[in-house]
């Protein structure tokens, strides 16, 4: 894919990513070391093992990354509007995202770039929604 800049962008545009299939082993590796809280750690806890929502969007980062919606540009990101996690994921769930562009606008003190805000929508295998968020990220301008 090539490189895609700020006016190859359009709001509206959806784009979805490959999925990926989180385990109780994975589960239990990131909540012991950054989010050591019962429900995360003890896969016997009541109401059952869940993964972390640090690491459900951890998960969401990098299929958007590998995914490469701008090419071999970089998603550097400036911030989050809202971040959001209706249901839990659980072992053996199959997580994809789409991601919509909301808004492109350039960069008021940066002419060379601009500012994009997407809404990435987690969904599991039965398409219910597990995460979403909506950041905005910089995105070059092309170049003169």
């Known amino acids: 894919m090539s490189d895609r800049y700020l006016e190859d962008l359009q709001v509206g545009e959806k784009t979805k990513t490959d999925s990926v299939t989180i385990t109780e082993a994975e589960i239990l590796d990131f909540s012991r070391k950054f989010d050591p809280q019962p429900m995360h750690t003890d896969p016997n806890a009541e109401g059952g093992l869940i993964a972390s929502g640090w690491h459900t969007g951890a998960l969401v980062m990098r299929l958007v990354a590998d995914a490469k919606p701008l090419g071999s540009l970089p998603i550097l990101g400036m911030g989050v509007d809202n971040m959001a996690w209706p249901l839990p994921v659980r072992p053996g769930d199959t997580i994809q995202v789409e991601t919509e562009i909301l808004e492109i606008r350039p960069s008021k003190s940066k002419p060379t770039h601009g500012i994009v805000k997407l809404r990435s929508t987690a969904r599991n ?7 979403v968020v909506t950041p905005n990220v910089w995105v070059p301008r092309r170049p003169v």
């Open 125 to 131: 295998q039965r398409g219910e929604v597990v995460f």
